[in-house]
């Protein structure tokens, strides 16, 4: 099996290099890793965030071990230059149409959440977004318009999009709660009514799955207000930007917190997957150890159970982490002093 | 002047009543009334949920005071038939482009707020939401694809919308704390792209007013993680749409908070527009006197400020609402037993 490494900017070759500290102390057999770089700092080196050695190498792969991508140093660069291209490009180029993000609380840090402990307490959910289409990935550009220049965007989604992603969602339920909330502006969005007629009649292959839709403002209301409500939220590229940051917000620990993004491709053993942790570059602490490298442990866990098929590990770890985060290490961002490093040498000392 | 009031459906037309009785008591001179129906109950009545009778009676108006539309029973109806397309088609129709939502705690009801009191108490924010563009109202429709059927709709600014809404939010934020922050998705969309070049443009002309650009997935994180950080949020219909809901969810008070929709024509006194509550038509507790009218009552006392010139009668209503708040007087929402009518009483009792 082969593991293409891209550790990006900022922060992101610390974490990752906890998180392979985490992949090594496993021993798996047949596994060889290829790093390559993205983002800012493969801009600097080649001229492009993302070079197409480093696109051919994910292609090659079974799975993506992303670190961050972000660098105000390019930030006054042409977008196609920009870092956070690179991390569009390898969804479109790679068919990562699956973006599955987790947000439950950690026992014992609740406090962390901005909500109220007993909400706070209510969250786990699961996150599902279209990552392939939508108002992202349709044609857009500027012309001049009436009312002087004008910035377009085409907004769509066809139906076998949504049936895609509606069956992961659904599988994906079907596995937790079996609870799904799919979430659109169909009073508004004609690509949302053709997005849950679509819903609803995938929803006749899962009987055992509860559906029900929301309108995207009311869902922001009711992540705020009870969370608690959520299983499985099945939403597009937009909407899951936005819904799926403001779920980590309420979980609170935006340092703990791990993202899937899986394709079509089956490998061997599982899912063609990229796997990053969703805090992003964080310039102003890179380079100072003060990282928390969770997130980034517990991508490398759902990449050992979605693309390698090692569902064993990836439970092992997480109960590492789970039995370190209820520990006395504890980071920067949960108030302590321990280093990125010491963190991942306590996840790995409670490995077994 | 002239007031157009629209009860509409639910709730809406008991929570009227209690404004009317607010601005009777109030004895302004040379004011009439006129009332229309809109919504599900004039899609019942007429056959539309906007007749053209209700519409003339608007825009023959100063001001138009709104209460709520959506009726389950219309549900099932084709789109252009259901109630919501009556509050789109006045929007579009009167041309209300700026949409001001105030978010901000009453002393003593931090209470209400999902958030940590610390974090609930610092709410204090004001969302400018343009009405008139974006997603909301360009071309859209079904077409084939190679996908199946396709579901599209055309999202875009051009410069004189944004410089319009641009100026709203300015001016807001010269008469608050002058911070003001844009959301966009400048990342992604081309859109947002014209969006914050033309608002940096307008920014020149506001050099007293602080301003910052925030991606709406940030934002949609910061609204939960430190609300605190706001003054005015100043964005699209879509982005409004959502991040006006999340803002007003974290208040806690839904049936406490006041919209305003203003249009481009000026009154003798002000500015033509249209007000209502932002808890819509909660079918569910309607016609029993449970509903709180204060967000109708304070809806009235935005009217009197930007339609009507009366400063001073809207200060009076708002010191008169947050009297009452402070007081024993407390609806089936905040946990005590008053009625409409009699939260609608104690206001005018408190008005002085
Ligand atoms: C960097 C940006 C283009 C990206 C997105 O909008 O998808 C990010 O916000 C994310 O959610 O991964
Ligand atoms: C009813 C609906 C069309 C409307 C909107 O999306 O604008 C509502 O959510 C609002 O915010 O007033």
Redesign the pocket.
């Given at each position: 099996m082969k593991i293409a490494v891209l550790p990006g900017d900022g922060i992101g070759p610390e974490v990752t290099r906890e998180s392979l500290k985490v992949l090594d102390a496993l021993s798996l057999p047949q596994l060889t890793l290829f790093e390559g770089d993205v983002g800012g700092i493969a801009y600097k080196r080649h001229g492009h965030p993302l070079p197409s050695e480093t696109l051919d190498m994910a292609r090659a792969a079974d799975a993506v071990l992303f670190g961050a991508v972000g660098d105000p140093e390019c930030d006054s660069l042409p977008r196609q230059h920009r870092p956070e291209q690179a991390i569009l490009g390898l969804r479109s180029e790679l068919g990562l149409f699956a973006n599955l993000r987790p947000a439950a609380g950690f026992p014992g840090l609740e406090d962390l959440s901005p909500l109220k402990p007993e909400l706070a307490r209510g969250i786990d959910l699961l996150v599902v977004r279209e990552l392939n289409g939508d108002v992202y990935f349709g044609e857009k550009g500027e012309r001049e318009s009436a009312g002087g220049r004008e910035g377009w965007d085409a907004m769509s989604y066809n139906e076998a999009e949504v049936e895609r992603i509606a069956h992961t969602a659904f599988r994906a339920a079907r596995k937790r709660r079996k609870k799904l909330t799919s979430v659109d502006?169909a009073?508004?969005l004609e690509t949302s009514r053709v997005w849950r007629e679509v819903v609803v009649q995938i929803a006749d292959q899962y009987p055992d799955v509860e559906l029900d839709h929301m309108?995207v403002?009311?869902a922001a209301m009711q992540l705020v207000r009870s969370p608690g409500q959520f299983d499985v939220i099945l939403t597009g590229n937009l909407f899951g930007d936005i819904l799926s940051d403001q779920a980590s917000a309420c979980v609170g620990s935006i340092g703990l917190l791990a993202s899937a993004s899986l394709g079509e491709r089956q490998t061997d053993l599982g899912t063609f997957g990229l796997y990053e942790p969703i805090h992003g570059s964080a310039p102003d602490i890179a380079g100072q150890g003060k990282a928390n490298p969770v997130a980034a442990i517990l991508s490398l866990a759902m990449l050992l159970r979605h693309s390698l098929g090692r569902e064993t590990e990836a439970g092992q770890i997480e109960r590492a982490v789970a039995n370190t985060l209820t520990g006395d290490i504890r980071g920067a961002d949960l108030g302590g002093t321990a280093t990125t490093q010491e963190i991942g040498d306590a996840v790995i000392g409670n490995l077994k």
């Open positions: 502006k009073n508004v309108y403002d009311n």
